[in-house]
């Protein structure tokens, strides 16, 4: 392990100290303050608009990366005391009609003929926001990170406007300041904007950015030169009320019909510029869409996303340490079976270098479980380094409040008093983004030596054109503990390299092709090998944007604890037990420019115990655009075992239809059959914005017992919120 840490300094301070110059410094856009006020209709009618400078002679970045875009567009921008304008003409390079899914906001990007702005306000490489629109006037809005990651359950107050022509579509938008972060006095900010075509199936932009990687990359900016420095966005206060009322039964002997009846309050206030405040008092997240199911054939829990919005602005200073399954911090765990009673969130930028990010939360007991009242606070520190690098520190602890497991009666589960990690991370990312990669350690504490330990992990990645490869190891100890965080397993070293090559032939119908080998290992910490997957792939991305993979596997598991191979049963292969077998399969998508959309994949090959699995998905949709979309996803799980377990088979089937009235009125409605959890969700929600991030929503959840077919238990949740800025 100390050699690959000194192969990754070695890496760290070559690439950082090589390559320190923006890119595409030369490309460069003037603002001027507008001339005339500037109404947000589509339609480039004012003055302002005659007089600014044009950003034009997009570079396509697909399906080649050499030379200018055959599909025209044009970009002029402007601003007042208040708001941020954005004016685009995106011409057709071919006749025939846009391409889109619905209206439905942070629509898929592959999916919809559209246009996005990044924009990189402290002009440091790494983080930033992003707005867009698809050509029936969809509305994009994401918060930018670590170079160009993009979260886009990020929400808050702008307009915009699109019209259709015979030859363009004219996107117009307004950003108040008010709703980005910005250094005060600075007068370069890094931009680049993005334009998909699904007609010409190319994708554009306007400072040239290499095609492995995507449009967003804030490495490959170029830079919007302000004629005077942006104006202060001034006091800048939100308060964000909401009222809900809401009935709720079970069918279980021993509940009844509930209603509820609530109140809650979200403010942000801006300290700076770019330091934001966040508080909320009795938050109520009931409008938040259910998560999509799958089927659970994992020894380990499964991670879902966080989706509710208080935690997601400037998220990444607290979740994105560690790795996908190594998290220090993971916010789902907060008020996962206790009320939330208020919070507070301050993150942003101190200035260019320095980030900060602090939290504190408060949960109320959890009745029935016997979960005392509990406190979390995180608080994360990030310097940028180099070009585009950055360290960081993070602490988190969790805190039980008056509470002494050893009063806790045997029968009752215990909890912790408490448990604190603290971690130190380097992110390495190198100017042009070929080099990426991450060392991070952690420690835990707590009440006994069961939950102190330490883990540590590293990882080092190279992505050119062709040419990608990446070296990852972790080692997690026995008594490692993050309560608030995501660590699936403990006790074990991991390796994990990959390796693979891309093709981009002068075809006319495929883009690019290639192989790519990956091989993840556990080992004991008396470094016995315990898991070994190893998988080769085959992909063809076709020029149509459809895609095709084909995959074979090698899997070896040691047990190091039972387990029941169909998650379902209840009987278990014993601990220790040794499993191997080889699996193949394929996946397809289709174009998606077509309003008939479908994609398929399948598997067959060996299982645990000498048995076989064969799974089966399936995925296809169509759209009456702009205005619906119908879409149904299944999977189908064939498991074939000795006894005890015989033949078992899954099915989990999600029909989902989304109605898109306008771009501000959503009805969506979500089913889900999971036959290995033995349930029918249903959920549907109505959302009306009647202004800028300010909403009507109408939930009803239902979840039923497929056989005999009977009502488990429904929700109905009407929820008022209003964004008012005093």
């Known amino acids: 392990m100390r050699f690959f840490g000194l192969t990754f300094l070695f890496f760290t301070v070559v690439i950082t100290q090589g390559l320190a110059q923006k890119i595409n410094a030369s490309y460069r856009l003037g603002i001027q303050k507008a001339s005339s006020p500037i109404a947000v209709d589509g339609i480039m009618e004012e003055k302002t608009w005659q007089g600014a400078e044009v950003a034009s002679n997009f570079f396509m970045i697909t399906p080649m990366d050499t030379s200018l875009s055959k599909v025209k567009t044009e970009v002029r921008m402007s601003y007042d005391e208040e708001q941020l304008y954005l004016f685009v003409i995106n011409y057709h390079a071919s006749e025939g009609p846009y391409m889109v899914e619905s209206l439905r906001r942070d629509f898929d990007f592959g999916k919809n003929d559209n246009f996005l702005l990044f924009m990189d306000p402290f002009d440091d490489l790494t983080n930033g926001f992003s707005f867009g629109a698809n050509a029936a006037g969809a509305q994009w809005d994401g918060q930018m990170s670590n170079g160009g990651g993009m979260d886009l359950s990020w929400d808050n107050k702008w307009v915009s406007k699109v019209k259709n022509y015979e030859d363009r579509w004219v996107f117009e938008a307004a950003i108040p300041f008010k709703s980005i972060r910005y250094k005060k006095g600075i007068t370069e900010w890094g931009i680049n904007f993005s334009r998909l075509d699904l007609k010409t199936t190319e994708k554009s932009g306007w400072a040239p950015v290499p095609r492995q990687f995507p449009s967003s990359s804030l490495a490959y900016t170029g830079t919007l030169v302000w004629d005077q420095p942006p104006p202060d966005a001034g006091a800048n206060i939100s308060l964000i009320p909401y009222s809900l009322g809401g009935i709720s039964t079970s069918n279980s002997p021993s509940s009844k019909k509930s209603n509820r009846g609530e109140v809650g309050l979200d403010a942000k206030v801006s300290l700076t ?85 602090a939290l504190n939360m408060q949960t109320g007991a959890g009745e029935e479980t016997g979960l005392p009242a509990q406190n979390f606070s995180v608080m994360s520190l990030q310097r940028q380094v180099g070009a585009r690098s950055s360290i960081g520190a993070l602490v988190v602890n969790k805190e039980s409040l008056n509470y002494d497991p050893s009063l806790v009666p045997e029968n009752q589960t215990r909890y912790t008093e408490f448990n604190r990690n603290l971690g130190f991370e380097y992110n390495l990312a190198s100017a042009n983004n070929l080099w ?78 290639g192989p790519e080998l990956n091989s993840i290992r556990y080992f004991s910490l008396k470094g016995n090998l315990t898991d070994n997957t190893t998988y080769a792939t085959y992909s063809v991305k076709f020029r149509s944007q459809s895609s095709l993979l084909v995959w074979g596997s090698y899997d070896f598991v040691q047990l190091q604890r039972s387990f029941d191979p169909t998650n379902f049963s209840g009987q278990t ?25 479908y994609a398929f994949g399948g598997q067959v090959g060996g299982y645990y115990a000498d048995g076989k699995r064969h799974k089966l998905t399936a995925d296809l949709g169509y759209r009456f655009q702009p205005y619906v979309s119908l879409a149904l996803s299944s999977n189908y799980n064939s498991i074939d075992l000795p006894a005890p377990w015989g033949k078992t088979q899954f099915w989990l089937i999600g029909p989902r239809v989304d109605v898109t009235l306008t771009n501000t009125l959503f009805l969506t409605t979500f089913m889900q059959y999971n036959e290995q959890i033995n349930n029918i969700n249903l959920n549907t929600r109505f959302q009306w914005r009647f202004k800028p991030a300010s909403d009507l929503f109408l939930v009803y959840t239902d979840n039923y017992l497929p056989a005999p077919f009977s009502m488990k238990n429904r929700s109905l949740v009407l929820k008022f919120t209003y964004w008012w800025n005093p």
């Open 573 to 597: 292969l014993a601990e220790g037990t040794e499993h191997q077998w080889s699996a193949l399969g394929l996946e397809y998508s289709s174009k998606p420019q077509s309003v008939f959309t």
């Open 273 to 357: 510029s770019s330091l934001n405040l966040d508080l909320t008092v009795n938050p109520d997240f009931s409008q938040v869409e259910v998560d999509r199911q799958v089927t659970n054939l994992d020894r380990f829990e499964l991670f879902f996303p966080e989706r509710r919005q208080f935690f997601l602005e400037n998220g990444d200073l607290f979740g994105s340490y560690g790795y996908s399954t190594l998290r220090p911090f993971f916010s789902r765990r907060i008020g996962l079976n206790a009320p939330i009673q208020f919070g507070a969130k301050l993150s942003g930028k101190l200035n260019k270098d320095w980030r900060i990010g």
């Open 436 to 513: 990426t990669g991450k060392a991070m350690i952690l420690q835990s504490f707590g009440p006994e030596t069961v939950g102190r330990g330490i883990a540590h992990a590293a990882n080092l990645k190279y992505a050119s054109g062709n040419l990608t490869w990446n070296w990852q190891h972790e080692y997690v100890s026995e008594n490692f503990t993050a309560e608030v965080g995501f660590v699936p397993r403990t006790a074990f070293y991991k390796i994990s390299p990959s390796i693979g090559y891309r093709w981009f032939p002068k075809s006319a119908r495929i883009l690019s092709h």
